[in-house]
């Protein structure tokens, strides 16, 4: 949740950068290009160049009211890329927990749905009433949405989680294995 994002430690008397460890970049190829961010980030750090803000703003929902108001972004929207983190389990399986899903569809700008991890501030029906209220959204033909590996991962989930199969026009993660 605070990873790219320097905090400084009184303790340590020095700033701190959480990122992703490397095995995590590993088992999650989509996740490498905010990785390197973050490296970058952090070579900017330790040569005294502290950037103001992270190059993404990432926002995450904390209230049923604000997603509502994501819901109502994204029907707003002409592009959406989404992603799914969950625990390591495969989507089919009985124990299987999607922990958030993430969304962008303008430069820069990033929102964490909180689904089903037990830290989440959202309440699991408040969850489920945002996951129903984006089929709409995730089925209409209109908008642009790609996630990476969304046909062998993303998608199913979404329709593991609401019955219903997003409309995706892009996977890169397809496009990058036949180049």
Known sequence: KIAGKEQWSE???????????PAAILRGRGRESSWRLDLARFAALTKGKL?????????????????AELVNELSHARRICYDFEANPLPWWHKNYVAYTLSFTWEKGRSVVLPLFHP?????PAEARVALKALVPI?????????????????????????GALPYPTADPMVGYHLL
């Open 11 to 21: 303790k340590l008397n020095a700033w701190i950068l959480p990122t992703l460890h």
């Open 51 to 67: 950037l103001e803000r992270p190059p993404v703003d990432v926002r995450q929902v904390t209230t049923a009211d604000e997603a």
């Open 119 to 123: 830290e989440s501030p959202l309440l």
């Open 138 to 162: 995730m089925q209409d033909r209109s908008i642009e949405k790609g996630a990476w590996n969304g046909g062998g991962y993303d998608d199913l989930v979404f329709w593991r989680l609401t």
